[in-house]
């Protein structure tokens, strides 16, 4: 597939592809920029500016539906899996850490008190 890559407003777009509309830069043959005369960088700042929040907005959310179709989500087993080890490791680990606050209950009662109750 294609890949897409953000541009230089958030948008969403294929590598290499442009959109002179926006930034008022006409290509020439040459593949150089040339700004439009008539787009200076403060009228273009305040054009976007008006139109940015929504078309930002839409844009954010399609290009985040085109990420989650790209995801390759586990399936059952690696789930039931992954659910296995984390739950495995809490048990393990609070195991440890009771034994662990019983022993220093122990001790510090023998600290308090002189012996052990």
Known sequence: GSRLEPSDNGDVAAPGS???S??????TSAGAVAVHPSRSASASHAAATWSAPSNR????????WL????VQWPDRRQVIQATSVVIGFVIIAGAFLGVADFVAGKVMNFVLTGHFK
């Open 57 to 64: 907005l839409i844009n954010f959310l399609q290009g985040s």
């Open 18 to 20: 442009r959109d002179p």
């Open 67 to 70: 990420e989650l179709q790209r």
């Open 22 to 27: 926006v930034s008022g830069e006409l290509e």
